[in-house]
């Protein structure tokens, strides 16, 4: 099992960036792909961006693709999304998963092990 935490969240102007970073628990953490998501208000979860266990391969929604960049460190267990060009669309609670089951690297139901979230709000 692993247990996530993220932070790095914050208020930020359109333009400017941000790097949130995902600590995982756990000796089984450079074993699995990792993702992140992101939830606006009102809205449903939606996917970010994902990476394989070495950090080989990335996917990206094609909203983020190019702003985002999605990194791993497994002798840190630790799992960063670099947030670039921010949009007040970016505003959102953020949030680090382990993919568990399935093809669809892309889906929140394919993933646990779900951290607690850190808001990130951009502003106009």
């Known amino acids: 099992q692993v247990q996530l935490v993220e932070s790095g969240g914050g208020l930020v102007q359109a333009g400017g960036s941000l790097r949130l970073s995902c600590a995982a628990s756990g000796r089984t953490f450079s074993t699995y792909r990792m993702g992140w998501f992101r939830q606006a208000p009102g809205k449903e979860r939606e996917f970010v961006a994902s990476?394989?266990?070495?950090?080989?391969?990335?996917t990206y929604a094609d909203s983020v693709k190019g702003r985002f960049t999605i990194s791993r460190d497994n002798a840190k267990n630790t799992l960063y999304l670099q947030m670039n060009s921010l949009k007040p669309g970016d505003t959102a609670v953020y949030y680090c998963?382990?993919?568990?089951?399935?093809?669809?690297?892309?889906?929140?139901?394919?993933?646990?092990?779900w951290g607690q979230g850190t808001q990130v709000t951009v502003s106009s």
């Open positions: 998963a382990a993919h568990l089951v399935g093809p669809d690297t892309s889906a929140a139901a394919s993933y646990g092990y």
């Open positions: 990476i394989n266990w070495s950090g080989s391969s990335t």
